[in-house]
């Protein structure tokens, strides 16, 4: 039986752990949505009730609910994350489907000032570089998996556009909470296109082991 991905990934040693530290991380838009929707409890520990999660529109998270554990990584990643230097990617794919989201007849206007809010965070990255932000062996790989079926068959053609933008952009990690995100699938992508596709509790099976740095 083939060991899940972060259980292999963390029966390497420290050192090799260390490098693998996804610093560049793309935000799937779910996970955009999610810090938005629990950014209260995510960026500022505050959750009206200890048996669920409240999100803006209302909608309830249950301890039983999928959704709860991966609120309660993406708070405990981004404890002391701003003095890890991390960066987080978006693209147009992200934002072509934050668009389509609709509060009543009209486009979720909070939300899309957080895509904005994100995006500009991303081009002030790719400005800071003083070399070339993106390598030419992203767009080589990039090139690859543009036709790749073993990648991109079987998948809707928006996490198709997400997962190739990952690669394009030369990310270490896509995060994501959809369904995709399975053993087989994150094995073969990261040893293929060095692109870790991680829910946020693989995320942080990933570098708890290592927050006490830079907490």
């Known amino acids: 039986m083939q060991p899940s991905f972060t259980g292999k990934h963390n029966a390497q040693d420290a050192v090799t752990r260390f490098s693998q530290i996804p610093g560049r991380i793309f935000f799937d ?3 955009l949505q999610y ?3 629990f950014g209260e409890y995510i960026f500022d520990n505050y959750k009206e009730n200890e048996e669920y999660f409240l999100a803006l529109k209302g909608k309830r998270i249950e301890k039983d609910d999928p959704l709860y554990p991966q609120i309660v990584a993406l708070h405990d990643f981004f404890l002391g994350s701003e003095r890890a230097h991390f960066e987080f990617a978006l693209s ?3 934002y072509q489907e934050v668009i389509k989201k609709k509060q009543g007849d009209d486009v979720d206007k909070v939300f899309l000032q957080w895509f904005y809010y994100v995006w500009d965070h991303w081009q002030a990255v790719l400005k800071s570089y003083e070399d070339e932000p993106i390598p030419q062996e992203a767009q080589t790989r990039y ?6 079926k073993s990648l991109l068959g079987n998948r809707s053609e928006p996490d198709q556009k997400i997962v190739l933008d990952a690669i394009r952009l030369d990310c270490d990690s896509l995060l994501t909470v959809d369904k995709f995100a399975k053993d087989n699938f994150q094995h073969f992508v990261f040893e293929k ?3 870790m596709i991680l829910r946020p509790t693989d995320l ?4 708890k082991p290592f927050q006490a740095l830079w907490h």
Do not use: P
């Open 204 to 207: 942080i099976e990933i570098i």
């Open 92 to 94: 147009e794919s992200v």
């Open 29 to 31: 838009t779910n996970v």
């Open 193 to 195: 296109y060095k692109l």
């Open 35 to 37: 810090i938005l929707s």
């Open 143 to 148: 090139e690859l998996a543009k036709n790749d």
